[in-house]
């Protein structure tokens, strides 16, 4: 029994038929897990994709279960990590072990998913929501995939995909980055910018397409997220598949961009910021 049917036994008695991935390109797949996407590049059946980010923990099941609905037994060339927060690596270690595939992440982000460095505590004082609410008791410590984990090249490419680009988007961390094609423009902002309020727990269930800054509760320097806005802004993206949301896309999007970029200040940073 090879590890593909070993994994089907165990989860014949989970319920996986809401496991699949939605389209938004032929290429260019995500799926909600509860909290955050994750999201899957390149076309169906395919011996050459990657996976974008690795959920919430004990997702990987549900994960590697919409993998194989869109793949089949194709195991990733390498999953790609935005960024480290407890929400978009709770998975990665699971996926890592059972495709055997490598970690990349920038390498100002390394030391948090290596067990080396620990992020600054939440801030329920932001508001917003019962998520601000809940941060302080959401997972905090980091996680250890130093076995798979590899730094980005420094020159803004990424392994095994010749039309993206990633563009370092810091701000909510040091090592957030977000990935760009330039043909059709889209981009995958993961938390640098999301489609949803990422404080409300309302929006979980009820989404709503919005353009919102970073999650207040854990973005660590306000003035590098601004940047990290106006980089965004100036792509002018046509379609964002955000960390949090559904897609968004066309002059809707872009608008609402350019009036987050302007409306900073009053828009995104919190006024009870505790730093």
């Known amino acids: ?104 992440a920038h390498e100002q982000e390394l030391d948090f998913i290596t067990d080396k460095q620990v992020y600054p505590p939440a801030d329920p004082t932001v508001g917003g929501g019962m998520f601000s609410l809940l941060s302080p008791i959401f997972p905090q410590r980091p996680v250890n995939l130093k076995k798979w984990a590899k730094a980005l090249p420094d020159d803004g490419s990424i392994p095994f995909l010749d039309e993206w680009k990633y563009i370092h988007t810091p701000g909510h961390t040091p090592g957030h980055i977000s990935l760009f094609r330039e043909k059709d423009k889209t981009l995958l902002s993961g938390d640098a910018i999301v489609t949803e309020n990422p404080e409300s727990s309302f929006a979980v269930f009820f989404p709503l397409k919005k353009v919102y800054g970073p999650p207040a509760y854990f973005t660590q320097d306000w003035d590098l997220a601004e940047e990290s806005v106006k980089k965004i802004v100036d792509l002018e ?37 505790r730093h």
Request: no cysteine; glycine share 6%; aromatic share 8%.
């Open 237 to 273: 993206p046509n379609v964002v598949v955000a960390g949090h949301g559904l897609p968004m896309e066309g002059e809707q999007l872009r608008k609402q961009l350019r009036e987050l970029s302007s409306n900073f200040l009053t828009e995104a940073i919190p006024k009870n910021k």
């Open 1 to 104: 029994m090879d590890k593909y049917e070993e994994q089907s036994h165990i989860d014949k008695d989970l319920d996986m038929d809401h496991a699949e991935a939605e389209a938004v390109y032929e290429d260019v797949a995500f799926y909600r897990t509860l909290l955050v996407n994750v999201i899957m590049l390149g076309k169906p059946e395919s011996d050459d994709w990657l996976l974008i980010d690795a959920g919430i923990a004990h997702y990987g099941k549900r994960i590697i279960a919409a993998a194989e609905k869109r793949y089949g037994n194709k195991p990733p060339r390498a999953i790609i990590l935005t960024h480290g927060h407890f929400d978009h690596v709770g998975s990665a270690k699971e996926l890592a072990k059972f495709w055997d595939v490598p970690i990349y």
